[in-house]
Every structure is written in structure tokens, then in C-alpha cells.
């Protein structure tokens, strides 16, 4: 197996320039200047390496190997200073899965279930030199305040899709801002004072001579 580049951001000089076209030239500018569909169909078939069967066909053998080769002194060293540096351990380990399968190591499958021992070994390494090491590419935190649809966006898409529900949630709105607070009223009882009718206090005298 080649030398497994721990940064995450490394492309294949080789590659990029069969991807780059001069600029100007007719290939920079042909929009057709692609494959067809089905053009590679047509290659030699086992012409690529995930075209032939993987060498490690368990993912515990694939671990083995991943182990070895991060233990080298030189290639461990890399990985620390990319933790070091902020670079996410989730990352890192997208990396090493996708190369190893690129180059006919292990399938697709077993990169997948490589990813988990992968990541714990690397945040491992990361906690044995102290190191607090970025786990997720994005922050789950982030990643959620993402998703959230705010209020306003609510209320427009309600204005549009349910105008008589959005009328009716406006009316309230506004009547509680307008309301002030010492003088709410909630069911004809005014605001703090309890709900429930408090009965007369009795004391123990009045209460035997009532039985």
C-alpha cells in the first residue's frame, strides 16, 4: 500500500492536470469535453483497483493493517500535528477509509465499519499526547441551530399556506402585548391571585362545634 497522506485537503498533482485545461484552450472551453454516460463500460474490465477483489475481506484484518501503518513513527507524528492543528479526527479518518478502498484494500462495506475503530484509535492517540483533538467536521451544536426553522420563517409560511390560523395566532399575540401585566385578567380572576375560591379559616373550637 502507498504512503496514506494523513491531510485530509491533499490532492494528486497528476490528477489535478488531467482535470485543469489550459486556459483559453478548446478543452478549457468545449462544455461537451466530458465522458459520455456509460463510457466507462468500455474500459478494460479490473483496469482500476476496486474493480478486483480486495485484499483484506474482514474488517479486523483492514484494522490491523491501518494500525500498523498509523504506528510508524513518522506517519503517527503526521497525524498528531494535524490534530494539533485543529484538523478534525473525522476527517482524518474519511481519509484513510477512502484511500484504502481507492487502492483495492478493503470494499466499500468494510470502510464504512472502518470509520468507528479508525476514529476511537485516532482520538486514543490524541488523548495518550494530550491533545483536545476536534472530533466532527461540523459542530453537532452548529449542525442543530442549522436545522432549527426560526419563528419568523413559521409565521410567513403560516401566512401563506393557513391565513385563518395565522390571523388567529396574530389576535393572540397581540392581545397578550397589550394587556399589562397588574391589570391581566384570567377567567375573572386577576393575575397572581389563585384560581381556586380559598376557604374561611376555621379554627379547632369552631370546627367541634359544628360536628
Known sequence: MAMINPDPNYRDPEFEKKLNFEKGSIDDIDIFNAPPPG?????????????????????????D?????????DTEDNFIKLMLAGVPVEAITNTITFTGFSEG????????????????????LAIENKI?????NTDPEVAKRRLDIPDDQI??????R????YESAML??????????ENAVIEGEEVGMPLIEQQPEMSFLDQEEEI
Not at 493493517?65 to 513513527?73: A, G, N, R
Not at 470494499?107 to 486514543?124: F, N, Q, R
Not at 393572540?172 to 401585566?181: R, S
Open 39 to 63: 463510457h466507462s463500460l468500455t474500459d478494460n474490465p479490473q483496469q482500476w483497483a476496486w474493480e478486483r477483489p480486495s485484499i483484506y475481506s474482514t474488517p479486523e484484518d483492514a484494522m
Open 65 to 73: 493493517f491501518i494500525v500498523d501503518k498509523i504506528e510508524q513513527p
Open 105 to 124: 484494500y478493503w470494499t466499500p462495506d468494510i470502510a464504512e465499519i472502518l470509520k468507528m475503530p479508525v476514529s476511537m484509535h485516532l482520538i486514543g
Open 132 to 136: 483536545p483533538a476536534t472530533v466532527f
Open 155 to 160: 409565521m410567513h409560511m403560516m401566512s401563506e
Open 162 to 165: 393557513r391565513p385563518d390560523m
Open 172 to 181: 393572540g399575540i397581540n392581545a397578550i402585548e397589550n394587556i399589562p401585566l
